[in-house]
T-cell receptor
Framework: TQLLEQSPQFLSIQEGENLTVYCNSSSVFSSLQWYRQEPGEGPVLLVTVVTGGEVKKLKRLTFQFGDARKDSSLHITAAQPGDTGLYLCAGAETGNQFYFGTGTSLTVIP | GAVVSQHPSRVICKSGTSVKIECRSLDFQATTMFWYRQFPKKSLMLMATSNEGSKATYEQGVEKDKFLINHASLTLSTLTVTSAHPEDSSFYIC??????????FGSGTRLTVV
């Protein structure tokens, strides 16, 4: 069951530009995670947010959890080619079973 | 950190044969593991939840008899694709929840059925 919609689905930008990826749902989540996945590899966890309105920063990445815990955003400042990958949000309504968003494929052109 | 080992990383099999994929938690115990299927540049689709010592829980639309899941120990879950057909070709990934690191994923298995 896909409960989370991500936008945009595909994004191609020049190195140095900023971008924001959105993750939206009509469901309320107890926690939400963001992952980055490279081709042929499994996803790697970037961050977990659990509190409505929470903001976490990871170097050039800023993650925000919506006040109502239904949505989240990922903002990347000064994107680099190494940021290229598939970005996935994943939300858990209860327990530890996460469902993944539809994914955002990011390409950063040198 | 928590490590999940998935094997094999790539497999090519003939149509009609069965393929087994293993998922091991190397430094922690996992009473639950999850199996996903992924198409190129698409998100992960949860197929089933593997429960140690009991039957797996399958998502709607996933054929139980085609995708056999066994979770015989606290560190090993297996997914067997039975009577594989070309439409079963995909990237299969397992994951296990860990208290500290959240979800830890295996590196995936690229299955190609010819």
């Amino acid at each position: 069951t896909q409960l989370l919609e991500q936008s945009p689905q595909f994004l191609s930008i020049q190195e140095g530009e900023n971008l924001t990826v959105y993750c939206n749902s009509s469901s309320v989540f107890s926690s939400l995670q963001w992952y980055r996945q490279e081709p042929g590899e499994g996803p790697v966890l970037l961050v977990t947010v659990v509190t409505g309105g929470e903001v976490k920063k990871l170097k050039r990445l800023t993650f925000q959890f919506g006040d109502a815990r239904k949505d989240s955003s990922l903002h990347i400042t000064a994107a680099q080619p190494g940021d290229t990958g598939l970005y996935l949000c994943a939300g858990a309504e209860t327990g530890n079973q996460f469902y993944f968003g539809t994914g955002t494929s990011l390409t950063v052109i040198p | 950190g928590a490590v999940v080992s998935q094997h094999p990383s790539r497999v090519i099999c003939k149509s009609g044969t069965s393929v087994k994929i293993e998922c091991r938690s190397l430094d922690f115990q996992a009473t639950t593991m999850f199996w996903y299927r992924q198409f190129p540049k698409k998100s992960l689709m949860l197929m089933a939840t593997s429960n140690e010592g009991s039957k797996a829980t399958y998502e709607q639309g996933v054929e139980k008899d085609k995708f056999l899941i066994n979770h015989a120990s606290l560190t090993l879950s297996t997914l067997t694709v039975t009577s594989a057909h070309p439409e079963d070709s995909s990237f299969y990934i397992c994951s296990a929840p860990d208290r500290v690191y959240g979800y830890t994923f295996g590196s995936g298995t690229r299955l190609t059925v010819v």
